[in-house]
């Protein structure tokens, strides 16, 4: 009988020192191996430890930080560019140069409307992050850029320490494991073993993750063709006039073309229009309007002296 409970009791002991070592290390059990759901690592970057700050603020220049320092780099830029050809060649090319590669693209319009746009999602390894951003405008206007440097260094290593602990935890398991004399202690142990893998494989993927995401960094670029740049604060005002004089040109021609393209597509509706007018007027020159007779003039009456009453006094003549 003692041998029989020794086992449940050292089960009871593990289980009570692993909650100990977590709770003392402010930890709490993963929310995914508690429900079963599945890790989506995009939701635990920005949930779980996207905003951590470790006390250090971050630079927004990978190559100045320290090599402890976890630091995830995001940046938002937006370019235009007259020769939209060109201005994605150079962007393409400083992809290639930099070692970054395309996780997301998308391009819309045409050449002949002039209104191509594209849109792009990059990783850039952190060591060329400041060199991406600078050349991947040259082909065109870099009109807006946003940057944003989160230190997530506290979290990465509370998730370290996690997996040591869990890993801690799988080992004096499997060494129960060894000493097991009965199927139902067996069978617990393998259960708990069971639960420990799962969040070690959860806390490894959130590891992962942040590594990625430090390792390389995220661009969100988007390239607009346009006729001319938008202007900017530097601009002088002669230069705001001509490009609004430019623009303007550029919005009547475009205008008349539209026009002429409209009337191009209603030629039919207008051809029926013509032909019923060109109808109206053959019909009215064949019946012409009788001209309607003149009243006659009345003819005025004779003057006729007004009576006298026999109080009116009368004048001499």
């Not at 201005?87 to 290639?96: G, P, S």
């Not at 390792?215 to 670029?221: L, R």
């Not at 900017?232 to 205008?255: C, H, K, L, M, N």
Request: charged share 20%; glycine share 6%.
């Amino acid at each position: 009988m003692k041998k029989r409970f020794g086992i449940p009791a050292a089960l009871l002991a593990a289980a009570l020192l692993a909650a100990c070592g977590a709770s003392s290390n402010g930890y709490a059990s993963s929310p995914s191996a508690a429900d079963g759901s599945y890790y989506d690592e995009s939701a635990a970057m920005e949930g779980e430890y996207g905003g951590t700050d470790s006390g250090t603020t971050p630079t927004l220049d990978p190559a100045a930080q320290n090599t402890e320092q976890k630091i995830v780099y995001t940046a938002d830029m937006r370019i235009e560019a007259t020769d939209f050809a060109a201005a994605r060649t150079a962007f393409l090319a400083a992809v290639e140069d930099t070692g970054a590669w395309l996780e997301h693209t998308y391009v819309s319009g045409c050449e002949e409307d002039h209104d191509r746009y594209a849109s792009y999602t990059v990783r850039v390894p952190a060591e060329n992050y400041r060199a991406f951003l600078e050349q991947a405008g040259k082909g065109g206007s870099v009109s807006s850029l946003s940057e944003d440097a989160r230190n997530i260094t506290e979290n990465y290593i509370d998730v370290q320490a996690r997996l040591t602990a869990l890993e801690a935890q799988r080992e004096r398991l499997n060494a129960l494991a060894d000493k097991a004399e009965t199927t139902a202690d067996l069978l617990e142990i393998e259960n708990q073993l069971t639960d420990v893998q799962y969040e070690l494989e959860s806390y490894t993927a959130k590891l992962r993750a942040m590594d990625s995401q430090v390792m390389y960094s995220t661009v969100e670029a988007t390239l607009n063709e346009v006729a001319v740049y938008s202007p900017t604060a530097s601009t002088s005002f002669g230069q705001r006039i001509a490009d609004a004089f430019s623009e303007g040109g550029a919005g009547f021609v475009s205008f008349v073309q539209g026009l002429a393209i409209g009337v191009v597509y209603l030629w039919p509706l207008l051809l029926i229009v013509a032909a019923v007018a060109a109808a109206g007027i053959l019909w009215r020159r064949k019946h012409p309007r009788k001209p309607k007779p003149k009243p006659a003039a009345p003819t005025p009456a004779a003057y006729e002296p007004p009576a006298q009453t026999p109080n009116q006094p009368k004048y001499k003549q």
